[in-house]
């Protein structure tokens, strides 16, 4: 045999193999970008297993010197989303393996965002169809939710506590939140284009409905602030929203809906007892939900006031609240892990650096999708969209709650974003060699 046919054959036996590899990275992934948000509040751990199924994947992908070459010039076209999601996991990182302050548990779920960033670097290799698919992730995890709260329904004894749905690994307020969030970007991934199906127009319909109930019964009202943000990120951009005829039938509709939702007895409860908690508050009580929130902010604050720069040290917040108590500054009753806000966390337990990296995070991740959610593919337009859906309800929910330290959480965020943005990628390279 010649050394020539030798060569020959060991080069088509390497094309097989890398054929091969390539369709069983790609129908992994596709398979983890889909049960992500399928399994997040139906399986503990759920998300966090496909997200590290992708990430080796990532490395296997990497591994090839023509993938790490692609890899580079996507990095220098997203260096803004690479830089808003490494910043904030590098500064906590700083904290505390440098310089010891802060708990080593504290940083686990904060290197999700980091961590996604191979990932993504797969993710925007893949074509843009197959990471389309997500959006079925999103209505299957919703309409498994909202079966989870019909069974509640019928079987009282599956409620979290008294009038408050949530599930045996989450309590009712990030429960609450995401479902809602799923619940919408199911809705929101039908297509700007003008032409959707029937039966997927039914389907996502009936996921958001059922994202919506399971929140209405978690009670979280933090979750409900975010309603016109997600309200606003299925509407806009929609050619068939130009005509006024339509944005008052839709404003009609919207109107209708929020009047029946106040009207009933679990929003009317829930709302009526922030009034009630800030007229205890206003008489020196603080033991409420309200008072206890507000009195978690002010101490933050004092906080950040002594420990200006980094902060108390990520995950110390109780530690230093305790002694904040001791001293006689505030009501040992309020002493918490979180401060039930992810900005005044930050302040507190990171400090102005940390505030700063979050802002980088937020809004870095947030003009990523943006500047893209005029584009004239639909494809393109719709993943802005839903991009932006994800951000900016995240900052939202954060008013109320400590969305990043959960570690479903920051998983979920990482991952979803980069899916999202890969599609744009993709989907923009597609279009470059038509």
Same mark, same amino acid.
């Given at each position: 045999?010649?050394?020539?046919?030798?060569?020959?054959?060991?080069?088509?036996?390497?094309?097989?193999?890398?054929?091969?590899?390539?369709?069983?990275?790609?129908?992994?992934?596709?398979?983890?970008?889909?049960?992500?948000?399928?399994?997040?509040?139906?399986?503990?751990?759920?998300?966090?297993?496909?997200?590290?199924?992708?990430?080796?994947?990532?490395?296997?992908?990497?591994?090839?010197?023509?993938?790490?070459?692609?890899?580079?010039?996507?990095?220098?076209?997203?260096?803004?989303?690479?830089?808003?999601?490494?910043?904030?996991?590098?500064?906590?990182?700083?904290?505390?393996?440098?310089?010891?302050?802060?708990?080593?548990?504290?940083?686990?779920?904060?290197?999700?965002?980091?961590?996604?960033?191979?990932?993504?670097?797969?993710?925007?290799?893949?074509?843009?169809?197959?990471?389309?698919?997500?959006?079925?992730?999103?209505?299957?995890?919703?309409?498994?939710?909202?079966?989870?709260?019909?069974?509640?329904?019928?079987?009282?004894?599956?409620?979290?506590?008294?009038?408050?749905?949530?599930?045996?690994?989450?309590?009712?307020?990030?429960?609450?939140? =995401?479902?809602?969030?799923?619940?919408?970007?199911?809705?929101?991934?039908?297509?700007?284009?003008?032409?959707?199906?029937?039966?997927?127009?039914?389907?996502?319909?009936?996921?958001?409905?059922?994202?919506?109930?399971?929140?209405?019964?978690?009670?979280?009202?933090?979750?409900?602030?975010?309603?016109?943000?997600?309200?606003?990120?299925?509407?806009?951009?929609?050619?068939?929203?130009?005509?006024?005829?339509?944005?008052?039938?839709?404003?009609?509709?919207?109107?209708?809906?929020?009047?029946?939702?106040?009207?009933?007895?679990?929003?009317?409860?829930?709302?009526?007892?922030?009034?009630?908690?800030?007229?205890?508050?206003?008489?020196?009580?603080?033991?409420?939900?309200?008072?206890?929130?507000?009195?978690?902010?002010?101490?933050?604050?004092?906080?950040?006031?002594?420990?200006?720069?980094?902060?108390?040290?990520?995950?110390?917040?109780?530690?230093?609240?305790?002694?904040?108590?001791?001293?006689?500054?505030?009501?040992?009753?309020?002493?918490?892990?979180?401060?039930?806000?992810?900005?005044?966390? =930050?302040?507190?337990?990171?400090?102005?650096?940390? =505030?700063?990296?979050?802002?980088?995070?937020?809004?870095?991740?947030?003009?990523?999708?943006?500047?893209?959610?005029?584009?004239?593919?639909?494809?393109?337009?719709?993943?802005?969209?839903?991009?932006?859906?994800?951000?900016?309800?995240?900052?939202?929910?954060?008013?109320?709650?400590?969305?990043?330290?959960?570690? =479903?959480?920051?998983?979920?965020?990482?991952?979803?974003?980069?899916?999202?943005?890969?599609?744009?990628?993709?989907?923009?390279?597609?279009?470059?060699?038509?």
């Amino acid at each position: 045999m010649s050394r020539s046919g030798g060569y020959k054959r060991i080069s088509i036996g390497k094309t097989f193999v890398l054929m091969y590899l390539n369709q069983f990275v790609t129908g992994v992934t596709t398979a983890a970008i889909i049960l992500s948000p399928t399994l997040i509040l139906s399986v503990k751990g759920g998300t966090g297993y496909c997200f590290f199924t992708i990430l080796a994947l990532a490395f296997l992908h990497l591994a090839i010197l023509e993938n790490r070459r692609h890899a580079i010039e996507i990095l220098r076209t997203y260096r803004l989303y690479a830089i808003s999601m490494s910043t904030l996991p590098v500064v906590i990182a700083f904290q505390v393996l440098v310089l010891h302050d802060g708990r080593l548990a504290a940083l686990d779920p904060m290197l999700r965002l980091v961590l996604v960033i191979p990932s993504f670097l797969l993710l925007a290799s893949l074509p843009s169809y197959w990471l389309c698919r997500v959006e079925w992730g999103f209505v299957a995890g919703a309409l498994l939710t909202g079966a989870w709260a019909l069974y509640a329904i019928v079987h009282p004894s599956a409620w979290y506590g008294p009038g408050r749905l949530g599930n045996s690994f989450i309590n009712p307020i990030p429960f609450g939140d =995401m479902a809602l969030l799923i619940g919408f970007l199911a809705f929101a991934s039908l297509d700007r284009g003008n032409h959707v199906s029937g039966i997927e127009l039914a389907i996502k319909i009936i996921a958001l409905l059922a994202g919506c109930l399971a929140s209405y019964l978690s009670g979280s009202r933090g979750g409900w602030i975010a309603l016109p943000w997600l309200i606003w990120s299925y509407f806009s951009g929609r050619h068939w929203m130009l005509s006024i005829y339509s944005r008052i039938a839709v404003g009609a509709v919207l109107v209708g809906c929020l009047t029946i939702a106040g009207t009933t007895s679990i929003v009317s409860e829930r709302l009526n007892a922030i009034s009630t908690d800030l007229r205890k508050f206003e008489q020196g009580e603080v033991m409420t939900s309200t008072g206890q929130r507000l009195e978690l902010w002010r101490a933050s604050l004092r906080l950040l006031v002594e420990h200006p720069v980094l902060g108390v040290g990520k995950g110390h917040l109780k530690l230093a609240l305790i002694e904040l108590a001791d001293r006689g500054k505030i009501s040992r009753l309020i002493t918490n892990e979180h401060a039930h806000n992810e900005f005044f966390s =930050m302040l507190a337990e990171v400090g102005i650096i940390g =505030m700063m990296s979050l802002i980088l995070l937020y809004i870095g991740t947030f003009l990523s999708f943006w500047r893209e959610r005029k584009n004239e593919d639909t494809t393109i337009s719709t993943a802005a969209y839903l991009g932006l859906a994800l951000v900016g309800s995240t900052m939202i929910f954060g008013l109320t709650i400590d969305i990043l330290p959960i570690v =479903m959480n920051s998983a979920f965020f990482a991952l979803t974003s980069a899916t999202l943005l890969a599609t744009i990628a993709s989907r923009k390279r597609e279009l470059t060699q038509k």
